[in-house]
């Protein structure tokens, strides 16, 4: 089992860029797709983007398509965010999570969620 903790949140203004950082703990972390969501105040969780466990494969939301690159480092236990050009309607708590199956991250079906990373990008 994978532990997890985001990190790299913070205010920032319209077109800035934010990388978040999101830490693993366990031995199988290799083993995970990984993926990143987001949650704004009165909405449901959306999905942001995931990875293969290989770092050869992504997938991004339309919304944040062209302005967020997803990454990962296996040897750190990390997955990353790099989020560009961001704008007021990114605000959010940002959250990774990962699974076995790639359909699983992409469909967010987790039974558990970390604290979050909070991002909030003012106009």
């Known amino acids: 089992q994978v532990q997890l903790v985001e990190s790299g949140g913070g205010l920032v203004q319209a077109g800035d860029s934010l990388r978040l950082s999101c830490a693993a703990s366990?031995?199988?972390?290799?083993?995970?797709?990984m993926g990143w969501f987001r949650q704004a105040p009165g909405k449901e969780r959306e999905f942001v983007a995931a990875?293969?466990?290989?770092?050869?494969?992504?997938r991004y939301s339309d919304s944040v398509k062209g302005r967020f690159t997803i990454s990962r480092d296996n040897t750190k236990k990390s997955v990353y965010l790099q989020m560009n050009s961001l704008k007021p309607e990114d605000t959010a708590v940002y959250y990774c999570?990962?699974?076995?199956?790639?359909?699983?991250?992409?469909?967010?079906?987790?039974?558990?969620w970390g604290q979050g990373t909070q991002v909030t990008v003012s106009s």
């Open positions: 366990g031995r199988t972390f290799s083993n995970y797709e």
């Open positions: 990875i293969r466990w290989s770092g050869i494969s992504t």
């Open positions: 999570n990962g699974a076995l199956l790639l359909r699983t991250v992409v469909a967010g079906e987790f039974g558990s």
